[in-house]
């Protein structure tokens, strides 16, 4: 399975080395050379899994993951790059959550071959080893024969609409960019913001019945992508306001809070969420 990884390095040989070795894996590699950059990156922009550096300009690795595990799927695997190579450093790096830790220098084959083992882990159903069927609630999908169901019941979707709701369902309760819908599902370049994207998702609404009364909701991510999510069939969609604290950077986080030393945030970036039509 290929990843969308993010890494935070500031040294411009490192980063280049990083991103070498993770697209030769045959993944994505998107580079931060600050902290503040990555978070607001990671505030709108879904990621499989995070490679960070400790010390880095404007807001450090460290405090990158702190964020990332108070705001962010816990599923997603973060690993530390870094020079720091104390035994103290590793156990606070483990302890602030992070999955692994590496020491520089970077050994290709094996940064490859500890991206691989965090994404067995993280994401079990992408092996598909035995069976090349995955369920969620009501709705399965065989992988081998390229079909989808509903309570048991056969949903005829064509190949791109399958691609796009299996992709949807993979990515449950996460941001899935309209960038990444592209290249995953139709491996070519058309624009972000085409409604070739909206009248799929509409297409795989509309057959799938993707709503409360099946225990699913597909809502839009303003100007970003879709998220859909899991809930008790039935649940009627409901609004919740908490305010918004800043984190490093100036950041909105809708939870916990920072060291009020720390710059302002700006107001929070819009969210548009819909629920069930």
């Not at 690993?79 to 103290?88: A, I, K, N, Q």
């Not at 606070?92 to 050994?107: C, E, F, H, M, T």
């Not at 065989?142 to 990515?171: M, S, W, Y």
Request: hydrophobic share 40%.
């Amino acid at each position: 399975m290929g990843l969308r990884i993010a890494s935070l390095e500031d040294d411009i040989a490192q980063a280049a080395l990083v991103r070498e070795i993770v697209t030769a894996a045959g993944h994505e590699c998107v580079t931060f050379s600050d902290g503040r950059r990555m978070l607001l990156t990671l505030r709108k922009v879904t990621f499989d899994l995070l490679l960070l550096d400790w010390h880095v300009p404007l807001v450090s690795g460290k405090e990158v993951l702190a964020w990332v595990r108070t705001h962010l799927d816990p599923r997603v695997p973060v690993m530390f790059l870094t020079c720091r190579d104390s035994e103290e450093d590793v156990v606070a790096g483990l302890a602030a959550g992070a999955d692994d830790y590496v020491v520089k220098p970077i050994r290709p084959q094996e940064l490859a071959a500890r991206i691989a083992a965090l994404a067995r882990r993280a994401y079990p159903d992408a092996r598909e080893p035995g069976s090349s069927c995955l369920s969620w609630g009501c709705f399965t999908f065989d992988i081998a024969a390229r079909a989808a169901t509903r309570h048991g019941q056969p949903v005829g979707l064509t190949p791109k609409e399958f691609d796009l709701a299996l992709l949807l369902f993979r990515n449950e309760g996460r941001v899935v960019p309209r960038e990444h819908m592209v290249a995953a599902v139709w491996g070519r370049e058309i624009p972000p913001m085409s409604r070739t994207i909206d009248t799929h998702i509409s297409r795989v609404r509309n057959k799938l019945g993707l709503c409360c009364d099946n225990g699913v909701r597909l809502a839009p991510v303003y100007t970003h992508g879709y998220r859909l999510e899991l809930v008790d069939a039935g649940t009627q969609p409901q609004w919740v306001a908490s305010p918004a604290e800043p984190v490093p950077g100036g950041i909105p986080s809708p939870r916990g809070g920072w060291p009020s030393s720390l710059p302002p945030s700006p107001p929070p970036l819009a969210d548009a969420r819909q629920g069930c039509p």
